[in-house]
């Protein structure tokens, strides 16, 4: 499942969980983001472990993980609740293949997780998490400071909202819970001026992680699928990229979702949003750490009543000027950030 590229820049280093593998734009911007801070500091990436891989038995992976300076955790929001997938990604941190070289964990999302993966953390060398929340569970549990800025989707390549775009449509999104996707579907049937937006390429997500001729066919699966779904419903809104979706946000007066990453790009684009309660605290987090109330997060059964009035849903001035203090903020710890990983690797050379 290892990606492999040169090596012509004069550090080595494996990222584990690259998230671009279900297709999710959100994901593409953070994995952007990750690499391109990299590369600009001369970090070649040698290899890649793509999301829910057991690396653990990827052996092209342990080989670059044994011969690799430096290794790098894309946390997202797999840690949290003491998921199987968490601990999978912490175990880097004990594995023989690792040696002495430094590991950091980055852009996490941490909590109430079990207090036996205090090891773990112990012994990463450079932990930041996404949340203040989750950068104060970390240190907790790993008996240090742990920083945070927020999620990488939101520290780079700022979007310049489209002033002459008409912002006329109620644009719903998806959601990780079959419930919370079934209820906005049909949300957005019973509106005539609502568009499915989802965050995906498509409704199904793909299963980077299957064998090669399993995920050939769920591919295969996955565009047949799309392409009945898009005539049964002639209001989804499939698109093919990040710009594309983004694009399509600034059409939407509010965007009513269900997908972190969704909330982000739409505090990025200036769009209106209400976000659907999830099953961690990272929406209400960002909140709080942008200097936004939680006034924007809903239940499915709120839904209704909460579209009376979208009006509600505009931004303050207030809020503008705390957003873009943030943002602002965000690019530059993001690059402190980066730095230290830089240096962290040449320590350790």
Not at 8 to 30: K, M, P, Q, W, Y
Not at 237 to 260: M, P
Not at 316 to 325: H, P, Y
Request: charged share 30%.
């Amino acid at each position: 499942m290892a990606t492999w590229e040169g090596t012509e820049l004069s550090i080595n280093a494996v990222i584990l969980n690259d998230t671009r593998g279900d297709n999710h734009f959100g994901c593409f911007r953070v994995m952007r983001t990750i690499e391109d801070n990299l590369v600009s500091r001369r970090i070649n990436i040698a290899a890649r472990s793509i999301v829910r891989n057991n690396w653990e038995h990827d052996k092209p992976l342990l080989r670059a993980i044994a011969e690799c300076d430096l290794i790098i955790i894309n946390g997202e929001g797999t840690l949290h609740h003491g998921a199987r997938a968490g601990e999978r990604l912490l175990r880097i941190a004990t594995h023989p293949a690792r040696g002495k070289k430094p590991v950091a964990l980055i852009n996490a999302l941490y909590q109430e997780n079990p207090p036996e993966w205090a090891r773990y953390l112990e012994r990463i060398d450079l932990i930041s998490t996404r949340d203040s929340w989750s950068a104060e569970a970390a240190s907790a549990a790993a008996g240090r400071k742990i920083d945070f800025l927020p999620d990488l989707s939101l520290c780079s390549d700022p979007i310049s909202p489209n002033a002459t775009v008409a912002r006329d449509m109620l644009l719903v999104g998806d959601s990780v819970s079959r419930e919370v996707s079934k209820a906005l579907l049909d949300l957005a049937a019973s509106r005539p001026d609502a568009r499915l937006l989802p965050i995906l390429k498509t409704i199904k997500a793909s299963k980077p992680h299957f064998p090669a001729p399993l995920k050939m066919l769920r591919e295969a699966y996955i565009r047949l699928h799309a392409e009945a779904f898009r005539l049964r419903r002639r209001n989804v809104w499939f698109n093919k990229d990040e710009a594309g979706f983004i694009n399509a946000l600034q059409h939407g007066y509010l965007h009513v979702t269900g997908r972190f990453h969704a909330v982000c790009l739409c505090i990025l684009s200036g769009t209106p949003f209400l976000a659907l309660k999830s099953n961690s605290w990272k929406t209400k987090a960002l909140l709080k750490d942008l200097g936004l109330d939680d006034s924007r997060l809903t239940e499915i059964g709120q839904l209704q009543e909460r579209l009376r009035r979208p009006e509600e849903f505009a931004y303050t001035s207030e809020e503008e000027k705390a957003i873009a203090s943030a943002l602002h903020r965000a690019s530059i710890d993001a690059s402190k950030l980066f730095d230290r990983i830089r240096a962290l690797a040449d320590d350790r050379r």
